[in-house]
């Protein structure tokens, strides 16, 4: 085995938003651990180096630069990749990778991940997600349910600071929330006419991890209260919403027991064929291309869901030729995502004689209604819906006009304002299919040894009925609020814009048909755990990243409670 | 002045001049383009252009005060493709083609009256070329984006804050005007 500097009492791959979770649980546990980071260290507010600046100070006022945009088609097509927050996202001709099949692999490799851009939204799973599978004939059955989670769920949202309201709504489970930001009039007056004419539809305020009010463990974080700027892909020095910068890491550091390797690639997971176990990390050192190994009893692969399938997928031994715990040949496979191709916006021409004051981060959100308590549709699964209905100053256009009469126009803040502008995206659940799947590409290698991921993913038919319906559904919705002007729209996005890529290594009861069991331990290497999207076996519709958090916290206590016992 | 001084001088002077007539010449733009080609005239034709759209007033800044010529520049060169830089090179030749047909006079010599009167065909698309149309377009565009985008007009005009704080109001009343 390596000597003591490279051993450590657990392994943690990936700083993102499930690994700064896994970081924090050992860290306050007492193990001496080891986060592993591919890309560079991102320290809180030091290293934002846009998130104070006004808009007249970007030279391009945002926009991303010809040469940047055309060089790295797939990035660019990111909402949140513009001028202010380009250098937390992984350029395309960075790191290429292949695509059997269009899919749009969105990446940031920092400390902190993704975490820094994330969209912010955290609403719980319920148990009509849990038992979605099972219930419909898909996938495999989760190996556990909500009642699981629930405490976990609890844990992660007292720290991370989530806001919302209970609502009650039995599909999308309360938690533990910071007050509330107002639904605006038209928020509230769709909420009233959906209730009225749908008994099981509800118009709720979309939960999001921000800092509303501070806790004393927010103060104690160094975090403050949100100030609605709404620049959070800048990174916030406030510290108004979660991310694995200001929260997760710092906390881990604190205690003395973190050490933090960045410019760390990942090559694979060593395993001991006389032990039957896990032993340690193979790492390439991003600049100097150096191997190292890295020594522990249990390690989390929390890379992000697709380069935790190709760690694994490298990782390879007599015992597993075909990747680690892969016995089932199904590593990579039952590859999903969300469906966030379909789009509707309307305008709204009455409470004209009201607006809105101010800033806020969030909107209201509509739960899955449809095949909740059976199956309704001629398409299994559904999907939740954004709601947003704000209203703008007036002014309008300066066509056809110039000079003083343009300037006058451009400074006349007493014009009316317009109309109220509504609008809804679709999240809808996919099915994880076998012919949905990653995997190492036969040829072609990174500049760090590393085979590149091939993706496989597409739509289905299923997907196609699912896009159909929430144009229909929500064009009669829109128009029973008296909405006018409605349009649906299809983006036609590729799979992986919606950044919820998830699956490959699935969780189940049996060995032969998932990879993971229900503390998200391989079933044939169980000092491996998975925690990140990969591990997921359904999508469900609910944004992933606060189920990541929670199943991170609860599987890292579970492994030191298996340490304690010397169960791993 | 000693005598070497002074010859010194004299070859100095002399080197300098055999250099000086192709820079007067060659009427270059004052910022720097990685793309696009502009020569000075018609940097100096582009900020008379936005500042007839955008006019300082007895109030409020203007495009010039903003160099917002400058900003249209720095868009065309770092944000359009080649194809379109290509377009807007053009259009501008065209565009002070189509000043010239008009008032027998660059837009730098015209008249106040003359540019408005320019713009105003250019607004209402009359006997125009279409890149020249283009080119006005895209000069305007931006020149507004430089505008509502300045520090004066976002600080001033739209009372912008970077920290607006956390006291969302989701429905209040509009006040009469």
Same mark, same amino acid.
Request: hydrophobic residues 35%.
């Given at each position: 085995?390596?000597?003591?500097?490279?051993?450590?009492?657990?392994?943690?791959?990936?700083?993102?938003?499930?690994?700064?979770?896994?970081?924090?649980?050992?860290?306050?546990?007492?193990?001496?651990?080891?986060?592993?980071?591919?890309?560079?260290?991102?320290?809180?507010?030091?290293?934002?180096?846009?998130?104070?600046?006004?808009?007249?100070?970007?030279?391009?006022?945002?926009?991303?630069?010809?040469?940047?945009?055309?060089?790295?088609?797939?990035?660019?097509?990111?909402?949140?990749?513009?001028?202010?927050?380009?250098?937390?996202?992984?350029?395309?001709?960075?790191?290429?990778?292949?695509?059997?099949?269009?899919?749009?692999?969105?990446?940031?490799?920092?400390?902190?991940?993704?975490?820094?851009?994330?969209a912010r939204q955290t609403q719980r799973w319920s148990d009509f997600d849990f038992e979605g599978p099972a219930r419909d004939g898909?996938?495999?059955?989760?190996?556990?349910?909500?009642?699981?989670?629930?405490?976990?769920?609890?844990?992660?949202?007292?720290?991370?600071?989530?806001?919302?309201?209970?609502?009650?709504?039995?599909?999308?489970?309360?938690?533990?929330?910071?007050?509330?930001?107002?639904?605006?009039?038209?928020?509230?007056?769709?909420?009233?006419?959906?209730?009225?004419?749908?008994?099981?539809?509800?118009?709720?305020?979309?939960?999001?991890?921000?800092?509303?009010?501070?806790?004393?463990?927010?103060?104690?974080?160094?975090?403050?209260?949100?100030?609605?700027?709404?620049?959070?892909?800048?990174?916030?020095?406030?510290?108004?919403y979660f991310n694995a910068n200001s929260t997760t890491i710092p906390w881990a550091q604190k205690t003395g027991n973190l050490t933090?390797?960045?410019?760390?690639?990942?090559?694979?997971?060593?395993?001991?064929?006389?032990?039957?176990?896990?032993?340690?990390?193979?790492?390439?050192?991003?600049?100097?291309?150096?191997?190292?190994?890295?020594?522990?009893?249990?390690?989390?692969?929390?890379?992000?869901?697709? #380069?935790?399938?190709?760690?694994?997928?490298?990782?390879?031994?007599?015992?597993?030729? #075909?990747?680690?715990?892969?016995?089932?040949?199904?590593?990579?496979?039952?590859?999903?995502?969300?469906?966030?191709?379909?789009?509707?916006?309307?305008?709204?021409?009455?409470?004209?004689?009201?607006?809105?004051?101010?800033?806020?981060?969030?909107?209201?959100?509509?739960?899955?209604?449809?095949?909740?308590?059976?199956?309704?549709?001629?398409?299994?699964?559904?999907?939740?819906?954004?709601?947003?209905?704000?209203?703008?100053?007036?002014?309008?256009?300066?066509?056809?006009?110039?000079?003083?009469?343009?300037?006058?126009?451009?400074?006349?803040?007493?014009?009316?304002?317009?109309?109220?502008?509504?609008?809804?995206?679709?999240?809808?659940?996919?099915?994880?299919?076998?012919?949905?799947?990653?995997?190492?590409?036969?040829?072609?290698?990174?500049?760090?040894?590393?085979?590149?991921?091939?993706?496989?993913?597409?739509?289905?038919?299923?997907?196609?009925?699912?896009?159909?319906?929430?144009?229909?559904?929500?064009?009669?919705?829109?128009?029973?609020?008296?909405?006018?002007?409605?349009?649906?729209?299809?983006?036609?996005?590729?799979?992986?814009?919606?950044?919820?890529?998830?699956?490959?290594?699935?969780?189940?009861?049996?060995?032969?048909?998932?990879?993971?069991?229900?503390?998200?331990?391989?079933?044939?290497?169980? #000092?491996?755990?998975?925690?990140?999207?990969?591990?997921?076996?359904?999508?469900?519709?609910?944004?992933?990243?606060?189920?990541?958090?929670?199943?991170?916290?609860?599987?890292?206590?579970?492994?030191?409670?298996?340490?304690?016992?010397?169960?791993? | 002045?000693?005598?070497?001084?002074?010859?010194?001088?004299?070859?100095?002077?002399?080197?300098?001049?055999?250099?000086?007539?192709?820079?007067?010449?060659?009427?270059?733009?004052?910022?720097?383009?990685?793309?696009?080609?502009?020569?000075?005239?018609?940097?100096?034709?582009?900020?008379?252009?936005?500042?007839?759209?955008?006019?300082?007033?007895?109030?409020?800044?203007?495009?010039?005060?903003?160099?917002?010529?400058?900003?249209?520049?720095?868009?065309?060169?770092?944000?359009?493709?080649?194809?379109?830089?290509?377009?807007?090179?053009?259009?501008?030749?065209?565009?002070?083609?189509?000043?010239?047909?008009?008032?027998?006079?660059?837009?730098?010599?015209?008249?106040?009256?003359?540019?408005?009167?320019?713009?105003?065909?250019?607004?209402?698309?009359?006997?125009?070329?279409?890149?020249?149309?283009?080119?006005?377009?895209?000069?305007?565009?931006?020149?507004?984006?430089?505008?509502?985008?300045?520090?004066?007009?976002?600080?001033?005009?739209?009372?912008?804050?970077?920290?607006?704080?956390?006291?969302?109001?989701?429905?209040?009343?509009?006040?009469?005007?």
């Amino acid at each position: 085995m390596g000597d003591n500097k490279n051993t450590f009492d657990a392994i943690v791959i990936g700083s993102g938003m499930s690994g700064g979770w896994a970081a924090k649980e050992f860290c306050e546990k007492g193990l001496k651990t080891l986060l592993l980071e591919r890309g560079r260290d991102v320290k809180h507010i030091k290293d934002y180096p846009t998130t104070s600046m006004l808009p007249w100070e970007f030279k391009h006022r945002g926009q991303v630069p010809y040469e940047i945009a055309k060089d790295n088609p797939v990035i660019s097509r990111c909402y949140a990749f513009k001028e202010d927050a380009m250098h937390f996202f992984v350029k395309d001709n960075e790191h290429p990778y292949v695509q059997e099949k269009p899919f749009d692999w969105i990446r940031g490799y920092q400390v902190g991940g993704k975490s820094i851009m994330w969209a912010r939204q955290t609403q719980r799973w319920s148990d009509f997600d849990f038992e979605g599978p099972a219930r419909d004939g898909f996938a495999v059955d989760w190996p556990i349910r909500y009642k699981d989670l629930a405490p976990w769920y609890s844990y992660v949202e007292k720290f991370a600071g989530i806001s919302g309201n209970k609502d009650g709504v039995e599909t999308l489970p309360d938690g533990e929330f910071l007050p509330a930001w107002d639904l605006t009039c038209v928020e509230n007056h769709f909420k009233d006419i959906v209730s009225k004419n749908y008994k099981d539809r509800h118009v709720i305020y979309a939960r999001c991890a921000h800092i509303t009010k501070p806790e004393p463990i927010h103060i104690e974080q160094g975090r403050a209260q949100c100030q609605a700027r709404n620049l959070c892909q800048r990174g916030c020095p406030f510290g108004g919403y979660f991310n694995a910068n200001s929260t997760t890491i710092p906390w881990a550091q604190k205690t003395g027991n973190l050490t933090m390797r960045t410019h760390a690639v990942v090559h694979s997971i060593i395993y001991d064929e006389v032990k039957g176990k896990a032993t340690g990390v193979r790492i390439i050192d991003a600049i100097t291309k150096e191997a190292t190994e890295y020594f522990a009893p249990v390690i989390f692969v929390n890379a992000g869901a697709i #380069n935790t399938n190709l760690i694994l997928l490298n990782s390879t031994s007599k015992r597993f030729p #075909n990747g680690l715990g892969n016995d089932s040949g199904l590593l990579g496979k039952y590859f999903a995502f969300h469906n966030y191709r379909a789009r509707i916006t309307a305008k709204y021409e009455g409470m004209l004689d009201s607006k809105t004051e101010g800033s806020r981060a969030t909107g209201a959100y509509i739960p899955r209604f449809r095949n909740v308590h059976k199956q309704e549709t001629d398409f299994l699964r559904g999907y939740a819906t954004t709601f947003n209905a704000n209203r703008f100053g007036g002014g309008g256009s300066g066509q056809g006009l110039f000079g003083e009469e343009l300037k006058n126009k451009l400074m006349d803040t007493s014009a009316p304002m317009g109309p109220w502008n509504v609008g809804s995206t679709c999240m809808g659940e996919t099915i994880p299919k076998e012919t949905n799947y990653v995997k190492l590409d036969k040829d072609k290698k990174d500049e760090w040894g590393m085979p590149l991921i091939n993706f496989s993913v597409a739509y289905d038919d299923n997907d196609e009925k699912m896009i159909k319906d929430f144009m229909e559904q929500y064009t009669e919705m829109y128009e029973k609020a008296g909405f006018t002007d409605i349009k649906a729209s299809d983006s036609k996005q590729a799979p992986g814009l919606d950044i919820h890529e998830m699956g490959g290594v699935r969780m189940g009861h049996d060995p032969k048909t998932s990879l993971l069991n229900g503390w998200h331990q391989l079933h044939e290497c169980p #000092n491996v755990f998975v925690t990140d999207g990969a591990c997921m076996t359904s999508t469900s519709t609910q944004n992933p990243s606060l189920t990541y958090m929670a199943m991170t916290a609860r599987a890292a206590n579970h492994a030191v409670e298996l340490l304690k016992k010397n169960e791993l | 002045m000693n005598r070497r001084t002074a010859i010194r001088n004299v070859v100095i002077i002399s080197a300098g001049a055999r250099l000086i007539p192709s820079c007067v010449h060659e009427d270059k733009s004052t910022i720097a383009l990685k793309n696009i080609s502009v020569t000075g005239s018609q940097e100096q034709m582009l900020a008379e252009l936005t500042e007839t759209i955008i006019p300082k007033t007895k109030n409020f800044i203007g495009a010039k005060d903003l160099k917002a010529h400058e900003f249209v520049l720095t868009m065309v060169d770092d944000c359009a493709s080649p194809e379109d830089q290509q377009k807007f090179t053009e259009g501008m030749k065209l565009f002070e083609e189509a000043c010239k047909k008009k008032w027998n006079s660059s837009f730098v010599k015209c008249s106040a009256q003359q540019r408005n009167e320019l713009l105003q065909s250019m607004e209402k698309k009359q006997d125009i070329p279409e890149d020249a149309l283009k080119f006005y377009g895209t000069v305007k565009r931006y020149t507004v984006q430089s505008f509502t985008s300045s520090k004066d007009y976002m600080t001033d005009i739209r009372k912008y804050k970077m920290v607006p704080g956390p006291n969302f109001k989701g429905c209040v009343p509009v006040k009469n005007a």
